[in-house]
């Protein structure tokens, strides 16, 4: 009960208390009926209304960590009133507008959002790469309408809830409060029909006592890496928390946290290719003891039990786990941090980087949403011209934009 009075005391500390109907009875979450009305759905597999807005908004009830949370269905943030904690900005102020309708679909009927890859969950040849992260070096490319290996991370931060941030948050968000979100969130995902949950390996919050179950349950699932049959064999995709890139012979062994004495392989030339692609984000990572490098890596085994990374992207991440590309972004999103009002950091999915995205967007900011913008001491025209038509394409939302070349960053107006 202890998790359900805390919850409750932090309630008190917002403006907004959401209010459910759960078959013909509406109530306030921080009603006293309110933890039975909700125990009694998820056993009935009842879908909530978030009553924000009439007649009412489809959510689900996940099980995180043995709490029940009652989370927004995939992709339907936008259907939230903008004083609802549930709202997501409009998703054409970010890179997942390109993707949805064509790389990510939501099936209307189960909830789950169907996705397309522009990467392999197989191999044929014994090849090495390196995730371009959708913006390639020396060639003309046409944007890509599936998902690439950055993107789909992306899109699980995002349906994880993991890009939102309150003060109140401060100190309450660990790796694994990170794991269990996005657990849940891959579990509402899929890829040709199979449950994308199937073929993602997250580490387990470590634990001392309990070290041997979590090695084999890795193991298990491992195992499909080196089944023998005729035709390409299958990759998982692995998400984790870089610990280090050690020296190994020929290429480095890449340490993930949370699993110790888990090692993978990445060749010396892939590794080249990393520092060279990665390089903001590895710099991000080095010059702060606080921040987080994240991985997605499509990974596969070899007949002697190697296993090896196939395809690499890397995102940097603050202490409070939210991603940040360059160091305007960091001082930013540290700014944020520390503001009782909650906001959305947006990503840039397959987005290049020298296209415009709100870098951020505050949701209850009065009289509407305020999006902010940064503008990058590299920004041309065609940069600028992109910008002015975004922000004269959304007049529902109010404007902030930080140009690095004219100064300091500008007050914020909240």
Same mark, same amino acid.
């Given at each position: ?6 919850? *409750?005391? *932090? ?5 907004? +208390? ?9 109530? !306030? ?29 489809? =959510?689900?009830?996940? !099980? ?6 009652? %989370? ?15 709202? !997501? ?44 992260? @959708?913006? @390639? ?7 890509? %309408?599936?998902?690439?290996? *950055?993107?789909?991370? /992306?899109?699980?931060? /995002? ?29 509402? =995902? ?43 064999? $299958? ?15 020929? @290429?480095? $062994?890449?340490?993930?946290?949370? +699993? ?31 921040? /987080? ?61 020298? /296209? ?7 949701? !209850?900011? %009065?009289? $509407? ?20 038509? +975004? ?24």
């Amino acid at each position: 009960m202890a998790p359900i009075l805390a919850r *409750r005391a *932090r309630l008190k500390r917002h403006s907004f +208390m959401r209010r459910f109907r759960f078959e013909s009875v509406a109530c !306030d979450e921080g009603h006293n009926e309110f933890p039975h009305l909700l125990a009694r759905a998820h056993r009935g597999k009842i879908r909530p209304l978030c009553l924000c807005r009439d007649p009412g908004v489809p =959510m689900y009830i996940a !099980d995180i960590g043995d709490q029940l949370l009652i %989370k927004r269905m995939p992709l339907s943030g936008g259907g939230h009133d903008p004083a609802c904690p549930s709202y !997501d900005p409009p998703y054409e102020l970010s890179g997942l507008g390109p993707l949805m309708g064509s790389a990510i679909k939501l099936d209307p009927s189960s909830g789950v959002a169907c996705l397309k890859l522009d990467f392999s969950l197989s191999k044929r040849a014994a090849t090495n790469q390196v995730g371009s992260g @959708g913006e @390639g070096n020396d060639s003309v490319k046409v944007e890509s %309408k599936k998902l690439s290996l *950055r993107a789909l991370l /992306h899109f699980l931060w /995002h349906e994880s809830g993991l890009t939102e941030w309150t003060s109140h948050w401060t100190g309450k968000r660990h790796w694994w409060q990170v794991y269990h979100h996005l657990l849940e969130a891959a579990g509402n =995902m899929a890829v040709r029909g199979t449950p994308l949950s199937d073929r993602l390996l997250l580490p387990e919050p470590f634990r001392a006592h309990d070290k041997t179950a979590i090695g084999q349950r890795r193991a298990h699932k491992l195992a499909r890496l080196f089944l023998t049959s005729a035709g390409p064999k $299958q990759l998982m995709v692995l998400v984790g928390e870089i610990k280090e890139f050690a020296e190994a012979r020929g @290429g480095r $062994q890449v340490v993930i946290k949370h +699993m110790p004495g888990f090692r993978l392989y990445l060749e010396e030339i892939a590794w080249t290719s990393v520092q060279r692609r990665f390089e903001p984000e590895l710099a991000l990572w080095h010059s702060s003891e606080a921040s /987080h490098l994240m991985m997605i890596a499509t990974i596969g085994g070899d007949p002697a039990g190697i296993i090896a990374v196939n395809e690499i992207a890397l995102m940097a991440v603050t202490e409070q786990w939210l991603p940040i590309e360059d160091a305007y972004e960091q001082r930013l999103v540290e700014r944020l941090a520390r503001l009782k009002s909650k906001y959305v950091k947006g990503l840039r999915f397959n987005l290049r980087r020298d /296209h415009p995205l709100a870098n951020a967007t505050l949701s !209850d900011v %009065k009289p $509407q949403p305020l999006a902010l913008y940064i503008v990058p001491p590299s920004a041309d025209e065609a940069f600028e011209a992109c910008l002015r038509e +975004m922000i004269e394409a959304r007049p529902d939302l109010s404007a902030w934009i930080w140009r690095v070349a004219d100064g300091e960053m500008p007050p914020l107006p909240i």
